[in-house]
Nanobody
């Protein structure tokens, strides 16, 4: 079993920064990618940024390009999301997700980010 633990959420003002972290534990050796999702008031989850160690690729949604940076450690199975110049629209629950096998994913519990204008 794999468990994910997120941290780093909080309340900030527009223009400020936060860093989210996600750490995997348990049987983590099969994890090949980790992704951050944004869940806003509509309760849909949207990909914010993704890191794939097998393919050596990084993905950002258009809305966060240039403001957010994803980084991670393939050995420790950790991933971070540095969020700069935050906007009120970034207010959401942020979830970390790890892919542990083809079409098999594990989710973290989520961490709240609130950006006031």
């Amino acid at each position: 079993q794999v468990q994910l633990t997120e941290s780093g959420g909080g309340v900030v003002q527009a223009g400020e920064s936060l860093k989210l972290s996600c750490a995997a534990s348990g049987r983590t050796s099969s994890i090949d990618s980790m992704t951050w999702f944004h869940q806003g008031p509509d309760r849909e989850r949207y990909v914010v940024a993704s890191l794939n160690w097998t393919a050596s690729t990084v993905y950002y949604s258009e809305h966060v390009k240039g403001r957010f940076t994803i980084s991670g450690d393939n050995v420790k199975k950790t991933v971070s999301l540095q969020m700069n110049n935050l906007e009120p629209y970034d207010t959401a629950i942020y979830y970390c997700r790890a892919r542990v096998a083809a079409n098999t994913y594990v989710w973290g519990q989520g961490t709240q980010v609130t950006v006031s204008s």
